[in-house]
């Protein structure tokens, strides 16, 4: 599913990327990308998280996308520039400056993206040498997109890309996130290219539409960031102009893909698990009980072990805030029901749990409404990683 | 703070209590209590788990319960009895018949409870000879008592008794909890006796008051269980009738005691963790804030590895659903103001996290709501404990 050979933002025409060391990271690895849309067009749309405690990043870019127009977004590892008051939001006003100066812009055309340990300043004059450089360093390459998702990933293992090819047009991404991803959007910042020719309206409501179906379905822990953003810059360059529904498939294609890889890549994963609610009364209370079986930890620890405790996930729909009948309620465990009525069914010794992959399903048997969450397990890896790694 | 000399439910006047191996347990511990009341009075009063998957034992005692009278309540470990269906029902209605039988009076003054493992039923012979065996041990000693309490323990390492003494009555009380603790009351057992005399209506509202404030306010791992039960018994015996209020103090007294002792004894706990937040615009929202920053994995993991993570607080915070200025929040762990007006005030580094109490301090600077959470670090042991047992 994932992208050939490392195809990213750089697929669809129009985008130039980069990836460098700044020298924010003291490990010295790379820290700071830029995405540039060449046009003709530039229209844009973001998606931000709804935590109340807003990163500097985040309230700047908030601004320059009531335009519905974007030149480049600068992102950076290293550090997330939240809780870091007014002397944060100029580093972040700065880095936009910066970056029209270099691109002959104005600022009001850059959207600014961070990712790291929250509390902490940047090194503001380190960050905006880093965009002097990843100006430089601009290319349309596979291996240009891929040195911009690199220089983003902060305990990701791999860096994160995927393509939808369309007749004519197409849409590219990358990502990261692995940790802090949750509830509403997961932890992560993306940028999403298309060469496709949209009005900011459209592009606005397709991103919505495609975002509300994926990286909102992503819970790996249950705790949504300050820094949260998805962007996507569409540069009109095919000449093409799909229909609304038909943009949104390929923003939802690309998303979910992505999605899927910050799964896989999440802190201390050795599962990775689908939680499907299907009979629900509605699609929100879909959502919401197989939100809550997804962050449950001891639903998550017994996966871990992999052990079909199947009552753990009953218990789970029962605390979920939506209708649930006990005596309705079915749990199937990686196609094995263990659960029919509110009452023991299968053996759970037929419940293989052994692969990497778990489906569990919940059958509510009330209504029509559905929905899927991409969870994890909850192992030693991620309380080690999440209590020796400050971030 | 705990009860001298293991005292509990025997503590007032009118009380026998036993505790005995059944055999419904396979490692052969102890897994049978029963707890009497003697009289002369019989109110009761009782608060049942929220979670609408409700085990058989909470189905039985809420009817019961109905009448404000019991004369006793039959415990066991070993087996939850949830999920069990029609077949289960039965089995919790037949051990009150079978305990009304022996101690001579209605079922339906009989209240049961169980924890262990979810969707397993009873092997309901073995409870049924547990209740004569723990009837022919009964006693009024803290030895019965204290055996009461330990045939109710899971996961627990100790068992948990508390007593309050006032002037000529006294309230006690047994406690079983340690994992799938939340978050609206934790997920215990509890059996509370006092010999005042008192109304049912007033024991109701005092008992209401009291959970409120205590096992309502400890969150181990946001897991709300099928099972929790919490039972107060009140035999008059003492002949004193206190104001509602006083008793209401008495009940909070021991109850708040238990919860410090499960907080003590939770899963895998390496670090106590008290979470306070004040300045809140409300009592419901410190309590929100209190236990999203309580339950979050992010901060959980940072105090296992004594990081004075300030940033996932602030993150936790913002995120919950309750009013916040990211401008006036303050986060001060042990005494040390890491952040002050949203932004870091002193170096995390004076920030001592090295003992075993962890006070985390949110003031939201809005109003004089305040409340606290009482949870636990998340450690290798919980994942451990939790994977490697199914409960």
Redesign the interface.
Known sequence: MSAPSGQGVTAPRGFRAAGVIAGIKASGRPDLALVVNDGPGQTAAAVFT?????AAPVLWSQQVLTTGRLKAVVLNSGG?N????P??FRTAHATAEKAAEVLQCGAIEVAVCSTG?????LPRETVLAGVEKAAAALDATPAAGLAAATAIMTTDTVAKQAVAAREGWSVGGLTKGA??IA?SMATMLSVLTTDAAVEPEVLDRALHAAVRVSFDRLDV??????NDTVVVLASGASGITPGEEELAAALTEVAKDLARQMQADAEGVTKRVTVRVTGAASEDDAVVVARTVA????VK??L??S?P????V??????ADAD?D??R?DVTINGVT??R????AEDRSLADLSGEDVLVEVELGLGSGEAEILTTD???A???E???Y??
Chains 1, 2 share one sequence.
């Open positions: 709804r935590n109340k405690v807003k997330a939240a809780c870091t008051g002397e944060g340990l929250i509390g902490a300043q940790g802090m509830p822990d249950g705790s949504m960031s300050t962050r449950d930890s001891l620890t017994a871990f072990g052990d405790n199947w009552g753990r009953a218990a789970a729909a029962g605390y649930l006990p005596e309620l263990l659960c009525g509110g009452v023991a909850l192992s030693h991620y309380v080690e999440n209590s020796a400050s971030s």
